[in-house]
Nanobody
Framework: QVQLVESGGGLVQAGGSLRLSCASS????????MAWFRQAPGKEREFVAA????????PYGDSVKGRFTISRDNAKNTVYLQMTSLKPEDTAVYYC???????????????WGQGTQVTVSS
């Protein structure tokens, strides 16, 4: 497993943008497939986006397609989630995850960060 640390969350108005970062505190992320999930209060953890270790495959959840972009910089050992046109329904704790495959399922990832709160006000 790898230890992950998310950053970049905060409070933003609807229509605004935020960029989340996910870094490893130890092992390199370059050979891991990475993903972002989110969880709102009282709801199940939801798939947001994933990226293969090469960066060539990037599936997105239907609710964020066209607004969010996942990317990675293996030289900096960091994965990003650029979020634009934010909506109040995007409010959630956002989690970074690492795993052996590109998956849209929570069970596809063995390593998780502690999460970062994103709050979008109307």
């Amino acid at each position: 497993q790898v230890q992950l640390v998310e950053s970049g969350g905060g409070l933003v108005q609807a229509g605004g943008s935020l960029r989340l970062s996910c870094a490893s505190s130890g092992r390199t992320l370059s050979r891991y497939n990475m993903a972002w999930f989110r969880q709102a209060p009282g709801k199940e953890r939801e798939f947001v986006a994933a990226i293969s270790w090469t960066g060539g495959t990037t599936p997105y959840g239907d609710s964020v397609k066209g607004r969010f972009t996942i990317s990675r910089d293996n030289a900096k050992n960091t994965v990003y989630l650029q979020m634009t046109s934010l909506k109040p329904e995007d409010t959630a704790v956002y989690y970074c995850a690492a795993g052996p495959l590109v998956s849209t399922k929570v069970t596809g990832y063995a390593s998780w960060g502690q999460g970062t709160q994103v709050t979008v006000s109307s």
